[in-house]
């Protein structure tokens, strides 16, 4: 009876391992078939932004993504990228080339002399865009050379591609000249290329603003603009143009800030220094200053994921902005100081702390003022914002920040956060004794630990085994000796049954006689 019990419970075992088996085994082939997978990274590496959703989603005509390539020798993390292009629409056709077997196909649509592995080409009808591998990452490296911060700027660089090959529409930026105006950095321009920006200069005393201009972009001038030139400034924001200025802090530029003011967004005298120490980049070291702020970012349209994600910016040495309420203007604040931080008027005062003329906060340092059926207008306070060394340290956060201004003011907010998506890697550094440990522990220790416990399940279960047997030979007997239990009363009634017949048979016979 227990054999067969047994029996069948072995054969319900195998068959539930093997059912269980062909389901697995049937899901898997679905799943690839099907190209289904799940991002398990804790900041979403693998998936893209829904603003590449709404650009890749709305495609009308076919995009080739020529990888330059075996499929088997493309990076995985790459793959899974541009997995999530293919499943955001049917437009997307991946290919791929490798160079070895087709070393003259790259020629065909770029004039580069050196061609990296793994880069992409993006074509759509006659329009086409190379995007060197080399690009694909970028690398911060700490100053004790103990970690570095790496980040995936694939999908910005693929979005935008797919965009300019799709519809070639190309947006200008003039950016005056003649008032000592900084230059936008490499980095910067590069990024506003990808973007499918150009950027022309403009010299406004001897031109009219051109008709093509999307955005005139003021950055930094240390010579005030005229009158006049401020007056062509008004009248192309009132045609519904769009401008970009960013302010040199230590100085005060009459004209530009009256045009600004009738915008309502009005410049307060001096420097701003924060006193909350959360909000002061480095502080409590000896490099430390006020004046190197870390502002609150608000949520609005252009910061939404900035704010979302919790990143910081950095902005060094800035005046402080006020909003004034304005009939037919709508203005907002985008970045803010604490409530304790003041404005520094006497800018070559021996104090950094606050004094009686000192202008009591709290500021913004950035703004966006829209006036109803005209234009649009950004104003940032620090002209350092952009330096490349600030940008690095805040991972490209302050560059974001000036693109989606960008992309705000042409209403093209699908483009407005497709940024690159960084990876914090760490490494520990260990003595010769602490290698030797963690290599002994790690090469004998597990796998010694691994056979003890094996040897130590292996004898329970044969000491389980073994107890059952005799648990079962212990019980047979008693099953045998039951049967004569019953039978014996059986016997003796029958033998106490037969002498009493033979008695009263006797008693008969002797009544007869």
């Known amino acids: 009876m227990k054999m067969n019990q047994r029996l069948k419970l072995g054969i319900l075992s195998t068959s539930l391992i093997v059912g269980i088996v062909a389901v697995l085994v049937v899901l898997n082939i679905l799943i690839g078939k099907w190209n289904i997978s799940w991002d398990m990274t804790p900041k979403g590496i693998y998936t893209v932004s829904e603003q590449t959703k709404s650009i890749v989603g709305g495609l009308e005509q076919d995009v080739q993504l020529y990888i330059l390539d075996s499929e088997e020798g493309f990076p995985l993390d790459y793959k899974q990228i541009i997995r999530q292009y293919e499943k955001c629409s049917n437009h997307i056709q991946v290919m791929y080339r490798d160079l070895s077997v087709y070393p003259n196909f790259a020629a065909e649509y770029t004039d580069e002399t050196e061609i990296n592995m793994d880069s992409i080409i993006v074509v759509c009808g006659d329009k086409h865009v190379y995007l060197d591998s080399a690009d694909f990452t970028d690398f911060v490296i700490n100053e004790d050379y103990t970690a570095y911060d790496m980040s995936y700027e694939l999908e910005g660089l693929l979005t935008s591609a797919i965009n300019t090959v799709n519809d070639g529409v190309t947006s200008t930026i003039y950016q005056t000249s003649g008032h000592n105006e900084y230059t936008l950095s490499s980095d910067v321009q590069t990024r506003l290329m990808r973007d499918n920006y150009s950027v022309a200069d403009l010299t406004l005393l001897n031109e009219e603003i051109p008709e093509d201009a999307d955005i005139v972009l003021i950055n930094a001038p240390?010579?005030?603009?005229?009158?006049?030139?401020?007056?062509?400034?008004?009248?192309?924001?009132?045609?519904?143009?769009?401008?970009?200025?960013?302010?040199?802090?230590?100085?005060?530029?009459?004209?530009?800030?009256?045009?600004?003011?009738?915008?309502?967004?009005?410049?307060?005298?001096?420097?701003?220094?924060?006193?909350?120490?959360?909000?002061?980049?480095?502080?409590?070291?000896?490099?430390?200053?006020?004046?190197?702020?870390?502002?609150?970012?608000?949520?609005?349209?252009?910061?939404?994921?900035?704010?979302?994600?919790?990143?910081?910016?950095?902005?060094?040495?800035?005046?402080?902005?006020?909003?004034?309420?304005?009939?037919?203007?709508?203005?907002?604040?985008?970045?803010?100081?604490?409530?304790?931080?003041?404005?520094?008027?006497?800018?070559?005062?021996?104090?950094?702390?606050?004094?009686?003329?000192?202008?009591?906060?709290?500021?913004?340092?950035?703004?966006?003022?829209?006036?109803?059926?005209?234009?649009?207008?950004?104003?940032?306070?620090?002209?350092?914002?952009?330096?490349?060394?600030?940008?690095?340290?805040?991972?490209?956060?302050?560059?974001?920040?000036?693109?989606?201004?960008?992309?705000?003011?042409?209403?093209?907010?699908?483009?407005?956060?497709?940024?690159?998506?960084?990876?914090?890697?760490?490494?520990?550094?260990?003595?010769?004794?602490?290698?030797?440990?963690?290599?002994?522990?790690?090469?004998?220790?597990?796998?010694?630990?691994?056979?003890?416990?094996?040897?130590?399940?292996?004898?329970?279960?044969?000491?389980?085994?073994?107890?059952?047997?005799?648990?079962?030979?212990?019980?047979?007997?008693?099953?045998?000796?039951?049967?004569?239990?019953?039978?014996?009363?059986?016997?003796?009634?029958?033998?106490?049954?037969?002498?009493?017949?033979?008695?009263?048979?006797?008693?008969v016979t002797e009544d007869t006689e």
């Open 222 to 507: 240390t010579n005030d603009f005229s009158e006049e030139e401020c007056q062509k400034l008004r009248n192309y924001l009132n045609q519904g143009g769009n401008l970009y200025y960013i302010l040199e802090a230590e100085l005060d530029l009459d004209n530009l800030e009256k045009l600004i003011n009738e915008y309502g967004i009005e410049i307060a005298e001096g420097i701003v220094l924060e006193q909350d120490t959360s909000m002061i980049y480095g502080a409590g070291t000896e490099t430390s200053t006020p004046s190197y702020i870390i502002p609150n970012i608000e949520d609005t349209e252009i910061t939404h994921d900035l704010y979302e994600s919790g990143m910081a910016m950095i902005v060094p040495v800035a005046k402080g902005i006020t909003l004034k309420s304005k009939s037919g203007y709508t203005v907002t604040g985008l970045l803010s100081t604490s409530n304790y931080a003041y404005s520094k008027v006497n800018l070559y005062s021996e104090y950094v702390s606050r004094e009686d003329d000192d202008i009591l906060g709290p500021f913004y340092l950035a703004a966006l003022s829209e006036k109803e059926d005209g234009g649009k207008m950004i104003v940032l306070s620090s002209s350092n914002v952009l330096a490349t060394e600030v940008d690095e340290v805040v991972s490209g956060n302050n560059s974001d920040f000036f693109l989606n201004g960008l992309n705000y003011l042409l209403g093209d907010t699908d483009k407005i956060s497709i940024r690159s998506k960084a990876i914090s890697i760490n490494y520990n550094v260990y003595s010769g004794t602490q290698v030797y440990v963690i290599s002994g522990i790690a090469i004998i220790g597990i796998p010694a630990l691994l056979v003890i416990l094996g040897i130590i399940i292996l004898v329970i279960r044969k000491k389980r085994s073994q107890n059952m047997k005799q648990k079962e030979s212990m019980e047979e007997p008693e099953m045998t000796e039951e049967p004569e239990m019953t039978e014996e009363p059986e016997d003796e009634l029958e033998s106490s049954e037969k002498p009493q017949t033979s008695e009263e048979e006797e008693n």
